[in-house]
């Protein structure tokens, strides 16, 4: 026992290093997304209510559309470290390659839709007849920057895969400061108002992605791999992606359907809930960048065929998911009296809110281990299982929502179905990895 627990704290601490030298650009990264439409909505604020109204309905277009194929980095990034992992580098980054040509398609197959469509699209996403013709530009414009912002995506999955988070967060800053000076000049100087807003997004988006694209370009040199499209790989990429659109799709039902529930309660009631939702997904970044440094490790690790090393990282990051949960949900519960009035001053609305807002940080552990078993079985590679789970968990979470107004529940009953949520969630991962059956080894998973 002398002998096996100094060995064991040093490779934790081993452990602890490497995931955090992971998360910590990785968060930084993640946090600098959110920031694009943040300095799109302070520029284009300053036009015209018209103006920021069909902002703020094409950017929620383009950010969902980006949300739903986030998939393209996923699965790119678990491809890519297995065989990294399997010492097989000019394999991983023509599978990067291949990821990177998938997002290419897909971008351009969804900028052609919306071209022609936009008009229509922005007033069925309920856009007012003022806002609905700066939507529509905006989302048209916007549409040819969508194969840039999907290779990026898959680039992004790359980097991570090769165990590089450091190179996305220095583009990802990159980005945001060249998206905003863009959008200044561009809005103002060369006065094309929310045109050029879209105009600058799209060179930023289209910078970002020759930025990542050299630097993969030169590992592809270095090493000696293929640049090429390969039908074979992309069809392979897409059929490795496609549990995880399920899985991501099944996610977003969810969202959708407490924000629904919400808004029957009431406007103060949905004023309330966007609130709480709001900061829970910027919580929900710091366990994202855990869930990041997982997908990495652990499709390295088996990879390498080191099934016992991947259990122990996985260990390891619950641990972290978990700690991360309690400290921030603590931070929450501090901070709440200066917290809220920073969203509202409507006295009623955070009333509303107080009671969610707890309920949510009480619940911010079980996220965290969530966030971070949903990264660790990613990175194995476990993706049709994800998507059947996160279908039982909507199936679950639906019926429990959809009563709270009936049986007179407020918002409080809406939160606490969203614990049920996660319980749920927290439940079929843990299943999963306790099991054994995502310790798949190899360069390639079969």
Do not use: K
């Amino acid at each position: 026992m002398s002998h096996t627990l100094p060995w064991s704290r040093r490779a934790a601490r081993r452990h602890d290093r490497e995931i955090l030298a992971l998360a910590l650009p990785a968060f930084g990264a993640l946090v600098a997304e959110p920031l694009f439409v943040l300095a799109d909505s302070a520029i284009v604020g300053h036009l015209g209510t018209r103006q920021l109204a069909g902002l703020s309905v094409a950017a929620t277009l383009l950010t969902t559309a980006v949300g739903v194929f986030v998939f393209l980095a996923y699965a790119t990034t678990a491809a890519v470290s297995r065989r990294l992992g399997a010492g097989d580098h000019q394999g991983a980054i023509r599978q990067g390659m291949d990821g990177i040509w998938l997002g290419l398609l897909l971008g351009t197959v969804i900028a052609l839709a919306l071209l022609p469509t936009a008009p229509a699209v922005v007033r069925l996403f309920g856009a007012s007849p003022s806002a609905a013709p700066c939507a529509a530009e905006y989302l048209r414009i916007s549409a040819l920057g969508i194969p840039a912002m999907f290779a990026v995506l898959a680039a992004t999955g790359v980097l991570r895969g090769l165990q590089d988070t450091r190179t996305p967060l220095y583009v990802a800053i990159g980005g945001f400061t060249a998206n905003a000076a863009l959008n200044l000049g561009l809005v103002y100087g060369a006065g094309l108002g929310i045109a050029g807003s879209a105009w600058g997004t799209v060179l930023a988006q289209c910078a970002m992605a020759v930025c990542y694209l050299a630097v993969v370009v030169r590992g592809a040199r270095r090493h000696g791999a293929s640049l090429r499209p390969d039908a074979a790989g992309i069809r392979a990429c897409a059929q490795a992606g496609a549990p995880l659109l399920v899985r991501t799709l099944a996610l977003r039902a969810v969202l959708m359907i407490a924000t629904a529930v919400a808004a029957r309660l009431g406007d103060g009631e949905v004023a309330a809930h966007q609130i709480v939702l709001s900061l829970w997904s910027l919580l929900g970044y710091a366990m994202d960048a855990i869930a990041i440094a997982g997908q990495a490790i652990i499709g390295r690790s088996l990879g390498a065929g080191d099934t016992e090393g991947a259990r122990a990282a996985c260990r390891r990051m619950v641990r972290w998911g978990v700690t991360a949960g309690v400290v921030l949900g603590l931070l929450l519960v501090a901070v709440r009296p200066l917290l809220l009035p920073l969203f509202t001053t409507d006295a009623a609305v955070r009333d509303m809110a107080l009671p969610a807002l707890l309920i949510m940080a009480v619940s911010l552990p079980v996220t965290g281990v969530v966030c971070v078993l949903d990264g660790v079985l990613t990175g194995a590679g476990d993706g049709p299982y994800l998507a059947w789970a996160m279908l039982a968990v909507l199936a679950v979470f639906a019926p429990v929502a959809l009563l709270v107004p009936v049986l007179g529940g407020g918002l409080g009953a809406l939160w606490w179905a969203m614990g049920l949520m996660l319980l749920t969630r927290m439940v079929t991962l843990l299943l999963r990895t306790r099991s054994g059956r995502w310790l798949v080894t190899g360069a390639v998973r079969t």
